[in-house]
């Protein structure tokens, strides 16, 4: 299920009062309230990790918020929601969703479904309204999304902050003090001021996908998993991997407890049987997988695609399929003649220049069944690999 605040509720009568959805059931307008775990320790302008946020087990304790008979913790957390409905109301929106109150935590079964759904919540939203407690302060541009310590505020590091990024249709940006810094609206042509340049520089995401003018489906895997390296900051492990669902455009729920590394490879394993962009498998980690060294086709974590190798855009597009024995592709191998007759190239995309290309080595350990040599890309002008016979299926051992 789906549930929503009713903001007037909260500001009028100290009430929460949540209106209640079927998952496919319509909904009125609202907006997102998106924001870190934590609170600004007022004495020593430090970032405290403790949460002190209101969880929906609790809303009915929920009162005035400056009631100086609450525990200081309470009244942060309510100063929270408070402010965060206020702002609705002020922008025109009776409902907001803020996920401490909305999703029952201690449910697993809703915590599953709701891992899976988020990126479509946040699309569905008219706005996402994003709280930036431990920003410099008002009136200071750009600067507002950084710390007095000149470190981007705790909000850019988290992990669902790349859902928010991506999925929203326009996002409101307030510091500490609960000014505006920027608004902005996702549209074709997107004029690029000073504090869009350093939102693009603090999440090094691609413009045209941060700010909406080229849909997400434009970009390779190997792209979009370059740009969440710096939404690291996560409450359950595996939200490290939930959070790409949206993005990636894949169908599945959550489970939590089964771990971050289970969790990828079943990610993984959905996008594989969802497209046929061969970036998924220009992972590159060469410090733990040196040349020669036989490794897996699939990366271990998202982390191995932190390097940018090649262009954002689409690589080749080849069916995939996941089969017992490993990764089946149609495709055609290459020999590089200074490494000899025994270890093959597989092209997978263009590299920096048009001239060149992208690719990974195979050495055969069965009848058309190889495996991945090396965990770096290696990338040769297009005159360099020599084509070895016809296209064929192949398939790459796995795990």
Excluded at 64 to 78: C, G, I, M, T, V
Excluded at 134 to 150: I, P, W
Excluded at 308 to 316: P, Q, R, S
Aim: contains cysteine; charged residues 20%; neutral net charge.
């Amino acid at each position: 299920m789906f549930r929503l605040i009713d903001a007037g509720q909260v500001c009028n009568a100290y009430k929460i009062e949540l209106r209640i959805f079927l998952y496919e059931e319509p909904t009125p307008p609202y907006v997102i309230f998106s924001h870190a775990p934590g609170w600004m320790n007022e004495s020593t302008r430090q970032w405290s990790n403790g949460s002190h946020d209101l969880a929906f087990r609790r809303m009915h304790e929920f009162k005035n918020p400056w009631d100086e008979s609450l525990h200081s913790s309470k009244q942060r957390a309510y100063q929270k929601v408070f402010r965060a409905c206020e702002c609705a109301l002020r922008l025109g929106y009776q409902f907001i969703w803020i996920n401490t109150v909305c999703v029952d935590e201690s449910d697993s079964g809703e915590m599953n479904r709701s891992a899976g759904a988020m990126f479509k919540w946040y699309s569905n939203a008219e706005a996402c309204l994003v709280h930036l407690p431990d920003s410099y302060g008002a009136n200071h541009g750009e600067k507002c999304l950084y710390t007095r310590q000149e470190k981007p505020c705790t909000w850019w590091t988290q992990c669902w902050t790349f859902t928010a990024l991506l999925a929203s249709k326009q996002l409101y940006i307030y510091n500490g003090e609960g000014v505006l810094i920027i608004h902005y609206v996702k549209q074709p042509q997107y004029p690029c001021g000073s504090i869009q340049r350093h939102i693009m520089e603090i999440t090094e995401i691609h413009p045209d996908a941060l700010f909406g003018t080229t849909p997400l489906s434009n970009f390779s895997f190997k792209a979009k998993m370059t740009w969440c390296q710096r939404q690291t900051d996560y409450k359950r492990q595996e939200d490290l991997v939930y959070c790409l669902i949206g993005a990636f455009d894949v169908n599945m729920d959550g489970s939590y407890g089964e771990g971050s590394s289970v969790a990828y490879r079943r990610f993984q394993s959905k996008v594989i049987r969802s497209t046929h962009d061969l970036s998924i498998l220009a992972w590159d980690d060469e410090a733990n997988y040196p040349e020669g060294e036989a490794c897996r086709a699939l990366a271990r974590s998202r982390h191995q695609f932190a390097t940018h190798v090649a262009d954002e855009g689409i690589m080749f597009r080849q069916p995939l399929r996941i089969t017992d024995r490993g990764i089946e592709i149609r495709h055609q191998l290459h020999t590089i003649p200074t490494y000899g007759i025994d270890r093959y190239f597989l092209i997978l995309g263009p590299g920096w220049r048009e001239d060149q290309v992208a690719g990974i080595f195979l050495e055969p350990v069965g009848k058309m069944l190889f495996r991945r040599i090396g965990g770096g890309i290696s990338i040769f002008d297009r005159t360099v690999p020599v084509p070895l016979g016809d296209t064929r299926d192949i398939t790459i051992q796995t795990w």
